[in-house]
C-alpha cells in the first residue's frame, strides 16, 4: 500500500521569504507600453554564458536575469521592461517553475 505524502507548496507570503531586501533581493520597476505599472523585489544576477560556436571558437555574452514571485508579475510579456539599478532590460523569457516563482530573461536596452 503506497503512502501519501503530505507535501505542501508554498504560499505567497512564505515565498516573500526569499526575497527580502535586506538579505539578496532588490527593487526593480515593472513597465508596459512605457508606463510604469509598479515595483517587484526580486534576486538579479548577470552571469557570463559561454556559447561554443565550434570547436575553435567560444565567445562569452551576459545572461542576466530577475528571479521573483510569479504573482507579483500577473501580465508580464516578452517586451516589456525591468529597471534594475538604473538599468533597463527587455524581458524575453518567463520561466515559471509551477511553485510560485519565475525566473525572467532579460536582454539589455
Known sequence: ??????MSLETYDDLGAFFILDDFA???TFS?????????MGIFDNPQVSLGLNTDFD????Q???????????NVAEGDVLTVN???YYI???INDGEGVSTL???KV
Open 1 to 6: 500500500m503506497a503512502e501519501s505524502l503530505n
Open 26 to 28: 532588490i527593487t526593480a
Open 32 to 40: 508596459q507600453a512605457g508606463s510604469v505599472v509598479g515595483s517587484v
Open 59 to 62: 565567445i562569452t555574452i551576459p
Open 64 to 74: 542576466p536575469q530577475f528571479v521573483c514571485r510569479t504573482a507579483d508579475l500577473p
Open 86 to 88: 538604473s538599468a533597463q
Open 92 to 94: 524575453r523569457v518567463q
Open 105 to 107: 530573461s532579460l536582454e
